[in-house]
């Protein structure tokens, strides 16, 4: 079973990918509506979790959720907490990390499994 990518490298990608994706809807104009800008995420989150360990996916959620609300909310470069709106984003982001993490885990330990596995020739 190949070893997860350590998990610098993954918080790496989340922001990098993040600010990519970010500044990719800005030029787009779909930036006003912040639900394009976190379903993307939300998909790169769970890309980076096919490939890293459980432990990446807060800082992966955390990172991704942050280059959103500076990025793509008003007031723009400026963080800040909405109560109503940002742990429904964190939760979003942090699902999405998981998910991909867990479905990459199964993935591997199956191929490893159908390597170490005899296969019956009979039938």
């Not at 930036?31 to 432990?55: I, K, N, P, W, Y």
């Not at 964190?90 to 199964?106: E, P, Q």
């Amino acid at each position: 079973m190949p070893e997860p990518v350590a998990t610098p490298f993954i918080w790496l990608g989340a922001s990098l990918g993040a600010l990519v994706l970010v500044g990719a809807l800005d030029l787009l104009g779909a930036l006003d509506r912040t639900e394009f800008a976190l379903a993307a995420l939300s998909v790169l989150a769970a890309g980076l979790g096919l490939r890293g360990r459980f432990a990446a996916a807060p800082g992966t959620a955390l990172l991704c959720w942050a280059l959103l609300n500076i990025c793509a909310t008003r007031p723009t470069g400026e963080i800040s907490w909405a109560g109503h709106r940002d742990p429904e984003w964190v939760a979003c982001l942090l699902a999405a990390a998981v998910l991909g993490t867990a479905a990459g885990r199964v993935a591997h330990a199956r191929a490893a499994y159908r390597r170490v596995t005899p296969h019956d020739s009979t039938g």
